[in-house]
């Protein structure tokens, strides 16, 4: 079992940056998958960015070339820096982990892009 535990949200001007945080409760040295998120109001969740122990990544096209997703397994966390922030950027962002065909979710973050 992995508990997850997102961090790093809040309010950023267009054009700012930020850094999401995962922490897991375990090891993350040999989850396969591990992944963010995202669900903006009354629209559905959608993968952003995916991160494998493989050491492949992953991305919507949205957010390519911006966004980064990273793993410290000193740590057991997964990143997600973002930059150059947009207003259509904004919603709850989750972090996922797949272990064992069990998928895993932490409770989300919110991150809100206004001028």
């Known amino acids: 079992q992995v508990q997850l535990v997102e961090s790093g949200g809040g309010l950023v001007q267009p054009g700012g940056s930020l850094r999401l945080s995962c922490a897991a409760s375990r090891s993350i040295l040999r989850i396969p998958a591990m992944g963010w998120y995202r669900q903006a109001p009354g629209q559905q969740r959608e993968l952003v960015a995916a991160?494998?122990?493989?050491?492949?990544?992953r991305y919507a096209d949205s957010v390519k070339g911006r966004f980064t997703v990273s793993r410290d397994v000193a740590k057991n966390t997964m990143y997600l820096q973002m930059n150059n922030l947009k207003p259509e950027d904004t919603a709850v962002y989750y972090c996922?982990?797949?272990?064992?065909?069990?998928?895993?979710w932490g409770q989300g973050t919110q991150v809100t892009v206004s001028a």
């Open positions: 996922t982990a797949i272990s064992e065909s069990i998928d895993y």
């Open positions: 991160s494998h122990s493989t050491g492949n990544t």
